[in-house]
Each structure stands twice: as C-alpha cells, then as structure tokens.
C-alpha cells in the first residue's frame, strides 16, 4: 500500500479572508476527509512555492478527520507548518485514533517545542523537542510512529532528529490507528494558532514510500488545462463561479448590476444564477448578459425570465429569453436587475463590478447607461451548454458540482486529459495522485478508474473500480511508479495524462 493518503490543500479553493459558500469543513469531507467538527478552518496562500494552505480561525475549536483504509501498526507521514499566533497555551496539531478512542497526539507548546503524547492533547506527555522554533516560520515535521505498549517512534524537524525512543503509545487494547485527526477538538478557545500544508501518510509495506522521506516535500497540484481525448459528454458549464471567497452579503437596492466574464471556449448560456442571503418572498430579480463596448457594458443580448421570491441560502436561476452563444476569448458582461427587496451574497470584496440606480419597473435598457465602476463583487454566474471540449467543466476550483460537469453512463469511456508543467526545480517526484470529483445520478451502481497514461501505457493505479455514490465525493489513486513501472521524473510528470474512466 505505502501511500495512503495526501493532500496538499490546494483543490478547495483560492484564498479567501474568510469562506461562506461553500465553507472549507464542507468541501473537505467531500470524500477526501471523512468528518469535520465547526467550520472554521479557512483557506491562506501556500506555506511552500505552490498552492495554498489551511489554518482554523484564531485558535477556535475546529478539525477534520481521515478514516484510514485500514488498521495499522506502524504510520509514516509529514506535514509541513507555520506558527502563526501564540495563544494561552498551546495548539493542537494532530492525533491518531482508533475509531473515537485518541491512541496519540502532537501539538506545539507555547514556547515553540513539539510535544508528544499518550491519548489526547495535555494527555501524558512522552517527550517535548528540545528543537523550538520561532512564529511565522514554515516548518516540515516528520514521523514514524508504532502504536502499542511498548513501541517505537522518531520524530524529524526539516530533516533533522528531534524524538526519539519507545513508550506506549495506545490508550485501549488495540495496537493499531485508523483514523488521522488534524486541528483542535479541546473544546477550548484562544490557543495557538497553526497552518497546515503539504500532508501525506504512508505506511511501511511495499518498494516505494515505505521510510519518511526526510527531504521537506512539497506537493504541487495541477488542474486540467487540454483535451486529449473526449468520451464523456460536457453536460454543463459555468462562466464564473458559485463559490463565495468572503462572509460578507449586501442588498443592490433597485439598480442594475454587470461584472466582465471571458469565456474560455465556445458555448451556449442559458440562464444567469445568483445566491440569496435572506428569505424574502416578494424580493424581485431579472438576469442579463450584456455585450462588451471598449471594456464597458454595452448593448443587451437578452434579457431573463423574472423570479419572484428569495430563499436565504438557495440558488435564484433567470433563464434567457434567448440563449447567446459565446465566442472564445471574448468578453461578456453578466448581472441582474433587482428591487429593495433583494440581499445577496458576495463573490469576493475586489472592485471589479459595474452598477446604476435603476427602478426594477423600467426594465433592462436595451444598450446600457453610464454605471459607477469599482465596486464588490455580487455572487454571480452564467449556466452554459454546448462546450466542444471538457476540460474547462473539471478545472474549477472549487468544483462547481451539478453547473459544472461533464458526464458518462457507458462502461469504457475514457476522458484523457493535459496538464500545466510542474515547477522546473522539483528534483524528485516521490508518487503521482489522480484526483476527481464524482456522483452517481442514476440508479444502480457506478464505479470509476481515474487513470493515469505515461507514454504507451496506462494504469488504474492504487485504487480502482472507485464507487460513486448519490453526492459529490473525491476520489483518488496513488501512482508511486510510472505505468510502466519506471520511476518517475519531471519530463515523464510533464507528458502524462489523466482522466476519468467509467469502469462499470
């Protein structure tokens, strides 16, 4: 088995001030993660070159936790980590489990030193580092920990020794761990703060990534950006998205409201959405896509059917009274006209949106007035059909669920698809993942391969014959080695394809 799970935090989203639609804890137990307690875990700029990284919210209760494809004696894994503010005590870092039972724990003390423990935070201590480190510095830990009475477990801070020896590191009869808690259960408020990245777990079977690893790894996520091949059908795609990146709503007021998209492909938009804040059943909306004049909004393409009545929380669809095709590269302008009566939620606090007072009985101008530019983003996005390629429907970050989604019922249809270069200076590519996405929308069972192709060859990898249940859960499949079973490098990284595959 080796590589049982890693995660570099990079697929839930850019960074965000504070996250409301969807929250962090939520896209998280979409399958990677399998439960989560509060939602105050948000999502900050990468502690290494790449990606982003996640932290809880001053030292507030808050974690997630990994059921283990197993019961294991031995776990190896790493994290990468940054003391961002001292709080009373202490922070909680991570445990392992078995099932609800704390076998052991880590957290950083006040003074910068990594504690070690039997059972939970504050348990019986083991051992504390003599290493301390300093606030706003990343850091990589490492560990190899056996779990029983008397077992073995060595700790390495950027490479170096810091623990070492043999204790107990169980609480019941059980020798073994199968579940990976990271963040704060205690209940407590005001400890330390901590940011998390590049995590990964390994145990001590196999030929590759049987040991630590000891080199400060970083993982580095890539999204579709090509089609290579095309089997699934491109059901639906977005022009924007339905993830907000700030907690903050606001009401239009009676006005007209457009923010610029630019459709990456060819398209056909049918309908414009927006995401209410209140319950509010006489709020009035009307969606609209306008045409771009010389970086301004110009003439009306179409207008939407009115919706009457707001729901806090839920989805507001206009149709287009006449659906617009999209050319590729070109800019659009997407909004709505509101009454008082409408509180919406905001994408993000950039300036990047146009407004005019408007009352919602004149209706949408045919060529758009005069409007104030530089104003917060309202949550918005286009609903579209009829892309010729997929890979912009899988590349969304977050995913955009059932807006964004291409789709397959026949067994052996293979999507394949090209991804951006990795960073020139990584020196060593360790293992592979493939990652998707995935529900069942029809009745029976579905399972998936998410393959990887490396040259002439191609390879379910660690796991297939995924299942796809009736909501959105990730998937993943491990490749330590190449499809071939060569080991990897940066130019055969560079060339490969993935994609998904109905396997039943």
């Not at 006489?282 to 729901?311: C, F, H, N, R, W």
């Not at 026949?410 to 360790?430: E, K, V």
């Not at 390879?459 to 014959?465: I, M, Y």
């Amino acid at each position: 088995m080796a590589e049982i799970f890693y995660d570099g935090f990079d697929k839930y989203g850019p960074q965000v001030s504070n996250q409301s639609r969807p929250d962090l804890a939520t896209l998280m137990v979409q399958g990677e993660w399998t439960s989560y307690g509060q939602n105050s875990w948000i999502v900050i700029p990468g502690l290494s070159r790449t990606g982003y990284a996640i932290h809880n919210q001053g030292g507030t209760e808050g974690w997630v936790t990994k059921t283990l494809p197993g019961n294991f004696t031995t776990l190896i894994g790493g994290l990468r980590f940054s003391w961002l503010s001292a709080g009373a005590d202490y922070a909680p870092m991570f445990k392992f489990m078995d099932i609800t039972t704390t076998q052991c724990s880590v957290q950083l003390w006040a003074n910068g030193t990594i504690g070690f423990f039997q059972g939970g935070y504050n348990g019986t201590q083991i051992q504390a580092s003599a290493t301390s480190i300093s606030q706003n510095t990343s850091h990589y830990l490492e560990f190899q920990i056996g779990f029983g009475t008397s077992a073995s477990y060595e700790f390495w801070l950027d490479g170096l020794p810091i623990m070492t020896g043999t204790h107990s590191t169980i609480t019941n009869a059980n020798s073994y761990a199968n579940v990976f808690m990271l963040g704060n259960d205690t209940g407590r408020t005001g400890l330390n703060v901590v940011a998390y990245d590049d995590l990964y777990l390994f145990d001590t079977t196999g030929t590759h990534n049987n040991a630590p690893l000891l080199v400060n790894p970083r993982i580095e996520t890539r999204f579709p950006n090509a089609d290579a091949q095309t089997q699934w059908a491109a059901t639906a795609t977005m022009l924007g998205t339905n993830t907000s990146t700030t907690i903050s709503t606001d009401g239009p007021g009676a006005t007209l409201w457009l923010r610029k998209f630019v459709s990456k492909v060819n398209q056909t938009i049918t309908s414009v959405s927006t995401v209410s804040n209140q319950t509010n059943g006489a709020a009035k909306y009307k969606g609209a896509i306008y045409a771009d004049a010389s970086g301004v909004p110009g003439t009306l393409m179409s207008g939407g059917v009115e919706q009457v009545g707001t729901t806090s929380g839920v989805t507001v669809t206009s149709d287009l009274l006449t659906p617009q095709s999209l050319v590729a590269g070109t800019p659009y302008w997407l909004g709505f006209l509101t009454d008082t009566g409408s509180f919406l939620f905001l994408n993000d606090i950039q300036a990047f949106s146009f407004v005019v007072a408007r009352t919602y009985a004149s209706g949408l101008p045919g060529t758009a007035p005069a409007m104030t530019g530089g104003l917060p983003n309202y949550m918005v996005w286009g609903n579209c059909v009829s892309a010729p390629t997929n890979w912009e429907a899988v590349s969304l970050n977050p995913n955009g669920g059932d807006y964004s989604v291409i789709t397959s019922s026949t067994p052996g249809q293979q999507d394949w698809y090209n991804f951006p270069p990795l960073a020139p200076s990584q020196a060593f590519i360790y293992s592979v993942a493939a990652k998707g996405n995935f529900k069942r929308s029809d009745t029976g069972p579905r399972t998936v391969d998410l393959r990887i192709k490396s040259g002439a060859s191609d390879s379910a990898g660690s796991n297939s014959g995924l299942t796809a249940g009736t909501a959105y859960g990730w998937k993943d499949s491990y490749f330590p080695v190449q499809p071939g079973g060569a080991d990897w490098t940066l130019a055969a990284a560079n060339a490969l394809q993935a994609g998904p595959k109905v396997a039943t």
